[in-house]
């Protein structure tokens, strides 16, 4: 062993004299001289930062919280539907994107290339107008629910002597100035000549300059949205200048804003638990054959096999579902009726606390008894309503079609396809338009157009998101042996489909047009992760008393329920190093902290709501 040792050590020293003095250098270098990183994996992670905490945002911020405030869902109980009354009290959150992971790395990607000379500085714009791009986006996503926050300040420390570690807290009406100044600036560097590529780096544009210059465009009209009841003539200031950038805005679906992380990436393992449709929300999407209610909300249980399997079993079926169903002479199942499949299979439920208490409503709250039947010793129950549909959050779900008990067992499992997210949209910035172009802004085109091009492109990025999440109905229904039922029940965009929905009154700006386009920025915002709860907010829809899309009130015990305009903020405590700063940042909103009570939570508003409608009032001409 010993004479190997020996000839192990000979070999070694062969090898190190053997070794020529300038590799050895090289090996031995001093760290702090290293090349430096290529700034567009640097440049990468920022955009990757982008969308991260996507299981807290979608569990707590949107199904707890937004979408029950908002009536697009109810809160997610279990063969049930509806709201508790404590649906209104905050408890745990997952607030949103978090800008403190992009701004240090952003602001490093920055100085690097601050300290190049003059000729690669500006070969490297573009970058610098990408991180700014990622940065205020993302800072928005918090803004909308606490207000102020350390912004101006954040990440300083590494280029101050003492380190900055007490930034301040900007307020909201600084941080909008703020943001508009850098994506100005953003926007000029973005569109500068001969710039350096991120190319596949870039897992949003892959290079595209120009259409990041579009996306700061669009975050340029999200500030002015904002705007609208706080400072209007800036807000359409905004507007004009959008419609009249020399870089332009999002106007295609090749340009929106398409989070990939990768092939890999199928969003959070663990499920959301998303609720029940607003039944308000359902049946406007249902009555209009909007082809959106297909992909926001999943098909109910009750296909023409289910149907049949109550029948046979001798229960009564839910009176929503039964009012469609058409029976032969023979008591069974002969067809759909009304619209027919797939939308007979689409249902909400109240919101209303005191209407699970009604027996009128059991049909919808007494799911898990009412829709329980046994046929050949199998007991099974069924979803007469829909859950809002988490495929679109989440990808990696597998999948059991409803047939009756003991029947067939049709999945779809496995082949999980990567999550795409969408932030940011042409169907977005058309809409925006739309409404700045009826409160006034001196723009080109006219908000029908702008209305009808938003429209569209929200109906067709969704039906594109539905086929590349591979949800569960998109190309056929297979519990139908029937080909031609399946087909017709599927939930792909068909021929037509378009034209006919915006020939249709709830979508003519003619009459309360600015309520109409308030509902189509609502519906649009309701696949995305961010903006619901601004827009509902702003824009006092749904409006009580609609004959559109009406909201609907919500009383426990015959008194309407508050609910919160923000988030809870937690009180600072003297052992934080920034404690002055995070006092006076709550004195000077006027917020209490550290408690939940949705009272409190509504009327203590953050500025840009001040002079926003009440929930349900409709939009402020």
Excluded at 203 to 208: F, H, M, N, R, T
Excluded at 431 to 436: C, D, N, R, T, V
Excluded at 540 to 568: D, M, V
Aim: charged content about 20%; overall charge negative.
């Amino acid at each position: 062993m010993k004479e190997t040792y020996k000839i192990i050590l000979i070999l070694l020293a062969v090898f190190i004299v053997g070794c020529d003095k300038e590799d050895f250098a090289e090996l031995n270098s001093d760290p702090s001289i290293l090349a430096e990183p290529d700034l567009r994996y640097s440049t990468a992670k920022v955009i990757n930062d982008m969308y991260t905490n996507d299981y807290t945002l979608w569990f707590y911020t949107n199904f707890d919280y937004v979408y029950p405030w908002s009536q697009i869902t109810g809160a997610n109980v279990e063969f049930a539907a509806g709201n508790p009354e404590t649906f209104v009290e905050m408890g745990a959150q997952g607030g949103a994107q978090n800008v403190y992971g992009i701004i240090p790395n952003a602001k490093d990607i920055r100085a690097k290339i601050e300290a190049l000379p003059e000729n690669e500085k500006a070969a490297m714009r573009g970058i610098v107008g990408v991180t700014y791009a990622a940065q205020v986006a993302t800072a928005l996503t918090q803004t909308d629910f606490t207000g102020s926050m350390i912004y101006t300040e954040a990440g300083l420390a590494p280029y101050t002597n003492p380190p900055l570690i007490t930034p301040v807290y900007d307020q909201q009406e600084l941080l909008f100035d703020t943001w508009l100044a850098e994506l100005d600036q953003a926007i000029v560097d973005l569109s500068a000549a001969d710039q350096f590529s991120l190319g596949t780096q870039d897992i949003i544009y892959e290079g595209d300059y120009g259409k990041w210059a579009k996306f700061c465009n669009l975050l340029k009209l999200r500030i002015a949205a904002r705007l609208v009841n706080a400072n209007r003539s800036k807000a359409l200031g905004i507007a004009e200048e959008v419609v009249n950038s020399s870089a332009g805005y999002m106007n295609a679906l090749d340009e929106d804003f398409i989070y990939t992380r990768g092939i890999e990436y199928r969003g959070t393992g663990n499920g959301n638990q998303p609720g029940t449709g607003g039944i308000n929300l359902v049946d406007f999407l249902r009555d209009n054959k909007d082809p959106r209610v297909r992909f926001l909300f999943d098909k109910n249980d009750f296909n023409a096999e289910v149907v049949q399997a109550f029948i046979d079993a001798g229960r009564p079926l839910p009176s929503y579902v039964e009012q469609y169903v058409v029976l032969d002479g023979s008591g069974n199942f002969e067809s759909w009726s009304g619209p027919g499949e797939p939308w007979v299979r689409y249902h909400g439920a109240p919101l209303s606390p005191d209407k699970q208490q009604d027996g009128a409503y059991d049909d919808y709250f007494q799911q898990a008894s009412q829709n329980r039947i046994t046929l050949d010793g199998v007991d099974k129950a069924y979803y007469s309503t829909s859950h809002f549909a988490e495929k679109t959050t989440r990808t990696g779900i597998d999948y059991t079609y409803p047939t009756r008990p003991g029947g067939r067992l049709i999945q779809k499992i496995g082949n999980h396809p990567p999550l795409e997210v969408i932030l940011g949209s042409s169907a977005e910035t058309n809409l925006y338009l739309a409404e700045f172009k009826l409160l006034g802004a001196n723009i080109s085109g006219s908000a029908q157009a702008y209305f009808n091009q938003g429209v569209e492109l929200s109906i067709r990025r969704m039906d594109i998101l539905a086929k590349n999440s591979e949800t569960y109905y998109y190309e056929s229904d297979p519990v139908y042996m029937d080909e031609t039922m399946a087909e017709m029940a599927s939930t792909k965009l068909k021929d037509g489909e378009i034209a006919d929905l915006l020939a249709l009154p709830d979508y003519d700006l003619s009459t309360d047009g600015l309520e109409k386009v308030y509902i189509q920025q609502y519906i649009n915002f309701a696949i995305t992760p961010h903006d619901t709860y601004s827009t509902v907010r702003r824009s006092g829809i749904p409006r009580l008393g609609s004959s559109i899309l009406p909201w609907e009130p919500i009383l426990a015990a015959g008194t309407p329920l508050t609910i919160p305009r923000r988030f809870e903020i937690g009180s600072p405590t003297e052992d934080n190093v920034n404690f002055e700063n995070a006092k006076k940042s709550v004195e000077e909103q006027g917020f209490t902290t550290g408690t939940n009570d949705p009272n409190i939570l509504n009327t203590q508003r953050i500025w840009f709501d001040i002079s926003n409608p009440n929930y349900g009032e409709g939009p402020k001409n």
